[in-house]
Protein backbone atom coordinates (compact mmCIF):
# COMPACT_ATOMS: atom_id res chain seq x y z
CA UNK A 1 0.00 0.00 0.00
CA UNK A 2 1.32 3.56 -0.93
CA UNK A 3 1.54 5.98 2.04
CA UNK A 4 2.89 9.42 1.55
CA UNK A 5 2.91 11.53 5.20
CA UNK A 6 3.62 15.08 4.97
CA UNK A 7 5.41 17.18 7.50
CA UNK A 8 6.90 20.27 7.86
CA UNK A 9 3.87 22.60 7.86
CA UNK A 10 2.78 25.33 10.35
CA UNK A 11 2.44 29.12 10.85
CA UNK A 12 5.10 31.62 9.38
CA UNK A 13 4.92 35.57 9.00
CA UNK A 14 5.03 36.87 5.43
CA UNK A 15 8.52 36.80 4.02
CA UNK A 16 9.32 33.67 5.96
CA UNK A 17 10.17 30.31 4.84
CA UNK A 18 9.14 26.51 5.56
CA UNK A 19 10.66 23.35 3.91
CA UNK A 20 8.49 20.71 3.43
CA UNK A 21 8.67 16.80 3.59
CA UNK A 22 6.66 14.08 2.84
CA UNK A 23 7.83 10.44 3.56
CA UNK A 24 7.19 7.99 1.27
CA UNK A 25 6.75 4.09 1.53
CA UNK A 26 5.00 0.78 0.01
CA UNK A 27 6.41 1.76 -3.69
CA UNK A 28 10.03 1.93 -5.43
CA UNK A 29 10.05 5.76 -4.43
CA UNK A 30 12.66 6.28 -7.35
CA UNK A 31 10.84 4.54 -10.28
CA UNK A 32 8.06 7.72 -10.03
CA UNK A 33 7.78 11.56 -10.18
CA UNK A 34 6.35 13.30 -7.13
CA UNK A 35 4.89 16.35 -7.22
CA UNK A 36 3.19 18.77 -4.74
CA UNK A 37 -0.52 19.77 -4.95
CA UNK A 38 -2.02 22.61 -2.90
CA UNK A 39 -5.65 23.53 -1.33
CA UNK A 40 -6.67 26.68 -0.11
CA UNK A 41 -8.88 25.64 2.53
CA UNK A 42 -12.30 25.82 1.35
CA UNK A 43 -11.07 25.96 -2.03
CA UNK A 44 -9.77 24.52 -5.32
CA UNK A 45 -6.62 22.24 -6.24
CA UNK A 46 -3.71 23.99 -7.61
CA UNK A 47 -0.49 21.98 -8.76
CA UNK A 48 2.70 23.65 -7.07
CA UNK A 49 5.37 21.54 -8.57
CA UNK A 50 7.25 18.27 -9.79
CA UNK A 51 9.99 16.50 -10.19
CA UNK A 52 11.26 13.31 -12.29
CA UNK A 53 12.54 10.34 -10.14
CA UNK A 54 15.74 11.54 -10.74
CA UNK A 55 15.57 14.66 -9.66
CA UNK A 56 17.30 16.63 -12.62
CA UNK A 57 14.36 17.47 -14.46
CA UNK A 58 11.95 19.95 -12.29
CA UNK A 59 8.80 22.32 -12.85
CA UNK A 60 6.98 24.74 -11.06
CA UNK A 61 3.79 26.76 -11.42
CA UNK A 62 4.04 30.69 -12.47
CA UNK A 63 2.66 31.65 -9.07
CA UNK A 64 5.63 29.64 -6.99
CA UNK A 65 8.24 29.89 -9.45
CA UNK A 66 11.36 31.32 -8.23
CA UNK A 67 10.56 31.13 -4.21
CA UNK A 68 10.25 27.46 -3.99
CA UNK A 69 12.10 24.97 -4.59
CA UNK A 70 11.31 21.15 -5.07
CA UNK A 71 14.04 18.12 -4.19
CA UNK A 72 13.99 14.93 -3.73
CA UNK A 73 16.70 12.36 -1.70
CA UNK A 74 15.85 8.62 -3.13
CA UNK A 75 18.19 6.93 -0.22
CA UNK A 76 15.58 8.20 2.61
CA UNK A 77 12.12 7.98 0.16
CA UNK A 78 11.78 11.57 0.56
CA UNK A 79 10.04 14.57 -1.12
CA UNK A 80 11.25 18.38 0.16
CA UNK A 81 9.37 21.69 -0.72
CA UNK A 82 11.69 24.63 0.57
CA UNK A 83 9.36 27.45 0.74
CA UNK A 84 10.59 30.82 0.86
CA UNK A 85 9.34 34.26 0.58
CA UNK A 86 6.48 33.39 1.49
CA UNK A 87 3.02 35.38 1.01
CA UNK A 88 -0.50 34.94 2.49
CA UNK A 89 -1.69 33.79 -0.42
CA UNK A 90 0.66 30.77 -0.52
CA UNK A 91 -1.88 29.88 2.49
CA UNK A 92 -2.57 26.31 2.01
CA UNK A 93 -2.71 22.53 2.39
CA UNK A 94 0.01 20.90 0.90
CA UNK A 95 -0.31 17.63 -0.30
CA UNK A 96 2.44 15.22 -1.61
CA UNK A 97 1.14 13.32 -4.55
CA UNK A 98 2.87 10.63 -6.52
CA UNK A 99 2.51 10.47 -10.67
CA UNK A 100 1.67 7.38 -12.82
CA UNK A 101 4.38 8.58 -15.00
CA UNK A 102 2.18 9.14 -17.76
CA UNK A 103 4.23 11.62 -19.95
CA UNK A 104 6.56 13.74 -20.06
CA UNK A 105 9.52 14.00 -18.16
CA UNK A 106 7.54 14.12 -14.74
CA UNK A 107 4.17 14.49 -15.77
CA UNK A 108 0.98 11.75 -15.54
CA UNK A 109 -2.08 11.47 -12.93
CA UNK A 110 -1.95 11.73 -9.76
CA UNK A 111 -2.32 8.32 -8.17
CA UNK A 112 -1.91 8.72 -4.55
CA UNK A 113 -1.76 11.18 -2.37
CA UNK A 114 -0.61 11.80 1.23
CA UNK A 115 -3.25 13.75 4.06
CA UNK A 116 -1.93 17.05 3.20
CA UNK A 117 0.08 19.99 6.00
CA UNK A 118 -1.24 23.15 6.64
CA UNK A 119 0.71 25.84 6.02
CA UNK A 120 -0.39 29.54 7.43
CA UNK A 121 0.73 32.56 6.35
CA UNK A 122 -0.26 35.36 8.41
CA UNK A 123 0.85 38.20 10.59
CA UNK B 1 -8.09 26.99 -14.91
CA UNK B 2 -10.56 24.39 -16.45
CA UNK B 3 -14.45 25.07 -16.22
CA UNK B 4 -16.17 22.94 -14.46
CA UNK B 5 -20.03 23.46 -12.94
CA UNK B 6 -20.22 24.83 -9.06
CA UNK B 7 -22.74 22.30 -8.33
CA UNK B 8 -24.48 19.33 -9.33
CA UNK B 9 -26.93 16.94 -8.26
CA UNK B 10 -29.05 13.64 -8.74
CA UNK B 11 -30.68 11.38 -6.97
CA UNK B 12 -29.94 7.35 -5.94
CA UNK B 13 -30.14 5.50 -9.02
CA UNK B 14 -29.80 8.13 -11.49
CA UNK B 15 -26.78 9.34 -13.60
CA UNK B 16 -25.04 12.83 -13.52
CA UNK B 17 -22.21 14.24 -15.75
CA UNK B 18 -19.91 16.87 -14.95
CA UNK B 19 -18.50 18.92 -18.02
CA UNK B 20 -15.28 19.93 -17.62
CA UNK B 21 -14.35 22.82 -20.22
CA UNK B 22 -11.20 23.74 -21.34
CA UNK B 23 -8.89 24.96 -24.82
CA UNK B 24 -6.81 23.62 -27.24
CA UNK B 25 -3.99 24.14 -25.33
CA UNK B 26 -5.39 21.39 -22.60
CA UNK B 27 -8.00 19.31 -22.61
CA UNK B 28 -8.34 20.25 -26.79
CA UNK B 29 -5.03 18.92 -27.23
CA UNK B 30 -4.21 16.42 -25.19
CA UNK B 31 -5.73 13.18 -23.76
CA UNK B 32 -3.82 14.08 -20.48
CA UNK B 33 -7.28 14.05 -18.24
CA UNK B 34 -7.61 12.94 -14.90
CA UNK B 35 -10.28 12.96 -12.33
CA UNK B 36 -10.27 13.25 -8.59
CA UNK B 37 -12.79 12.37 -5.80
CA UNK B 38 -12.56 14.71 -2.51
CA UNK B 39 -14.88 13.58 0.12
CA UNK B 40 -14.60 16.91 3.28
CA UNK B 41 -11.48 16.40 5.29
CA UNK B 42 -9.98 14.06 2.98
CA UNK B 43 -7.09 13.71 0.27
CA UNK B 44 -8.38 13.70 -3.29
CA UNK B 45 -8.83 10.07 -5.02
CA UNK B 46 -7.70 9.36 -8.50
CA UNK B 47 -10.96 8.49 -10.21
CA UNK B 48 -9.89 8.07 -13.95
CA UNK B 49 -6.98 9.09 -15.97
CA UNK B 50 -5.80 9.80 -19.45
CA UNK B 51 -9.43 10.94 -20.31
CA UNK B 52 -11.49 7.36 -19.26
CA UNK B 53 -8.88 4.91 -17.97
CA UNK B 54 -9.97 3.98 -14.12
CA UNK B 55 -7.28 2.51 -11.52
CA UNK B 56 -7.75 -0.63 -9.87
CA UNK B 57 -10.16 -0.72 -7.02
CA UNK B 58 -12.55 2.61 -8.88
CA UNK B 59 -15.82 1.19 -9.31
CA UNK B 60 -17.37 1.10 -13.09
CA UNK B 61 -19.66 3.13 -11.96
CA UNK B 62 -17.44 6.19 -12.82
CA UNK B 63 -16.73 6.62 -16.31
CA UNK B 64 -14.83 9.55 -18.93
CA UNK B 65 -15.28 11.03 -21.94
CA UNK B 66 -14.01 13.78 -23.93
CA UNK B 67 -15.42 15.97 -26.86
CA UNK B 68 -12.75 18.50 -28.08
CA UNK B 69 -12.23 21.32 -25.50
CA UNK B 70 -14.80 19.78 -23.02
CA UNK B 71 -14.04 16.04 -21.00
CA UNK B 72 -16.77 14.74 -18.91
CA UNK B 73 -17.32 12.48 -15.78
CA UNK B 74 -20.03 10.18 -15.93
CA UNK B 75 -21.16 8.98 -12.24
CA UNK B 76 -23.89 5.65 -13.07
CA UNK B 77 -26.17 4.28 -10.60
CA UNK B 78 -26.16 7.42 -7.74
CA UNK B 79 -25.05 6.52 -4.28
CA UNK B 80 -25.41 8.27 -1.35
CA UNK B 81 -20.88 7.95 -0.75
CA UNK B 82 -20.55 9.44 -4.04
CA UNK B 83 -21.71 12.74 -2.45
CA UNK B 84 -18.02 14.76 -2.60
CA UNK B 85 -16.39 16.95 -4.39
CA UNK B 86 -15.28 16.73 -7.80
CA UNK B 87 -12.17 17.63 -10.00
CA UNK B 88 -10.85 17.24 -13.58
CA UNK B 89 -7.65 18.11 -14.27
CA UNK B 90 -5.18 18.38 -17.58
CA UNK B 91 -2.16 18.60 -19.04
CA UNK B 92 -1.01 21.91 -20.26
CA UNK B 93 1.14 23.64 -22.32
CA UNK B 94 0.41 26.69 -20.67
CA UNK B 95 2.68 28.25 -17.56
CA UNK B 96 1.93 25.17 -15.79
CA UNK B 97 2.53 21.43 -16.36
CA UNK B 98 -0.54 20.91 -15.00
CA UNK B 99 -4.26 22.76 -14.37
CA UNK B 100 -7.15 21.97 -12.36
CA UNK B 101 -10.83 22.55 -12.54
CA UNK B 102 -12.42 24.82 -9.96
CA UNK B 103 -14.41 21.08 -8.50
CA UNK B 104 -18.23 20.76 -8.90
CA UNK B 105 -19.87 19.53 -5.68
CA UNK B 106 -22.28 16.66 -6.24
CA UNK B 107 -25.44 16.68 -3.70
CA UNK B 108 -27.25 13.54 -4.25
CA UNK B 109 -31.09 14.05 -3.30
Known amino acids: EVVLVESGGGSVQPDGSLRLSCAASGFIFDDYPMHWVRQTPGQGLEWVSGINWKGDSIGYAESVKGRFIISRDNARNSLFLQMNSLRVDDTAFYFC????????????????WGQGTLVIVST | ALTQPASVSGSPGQSVTISCSGITHDVGGYNYVSWYQQHPGKAPRLLLY???HRPSGVSHRFSGSKSGATASLTISGLQSEDEADYYCCSYTTSNSLTVFGGGSRLTVL
Open chain 2, 50 to 52: DVS
Open chain 1, 97 to 112: AKSNGGYGDYGGAFDS
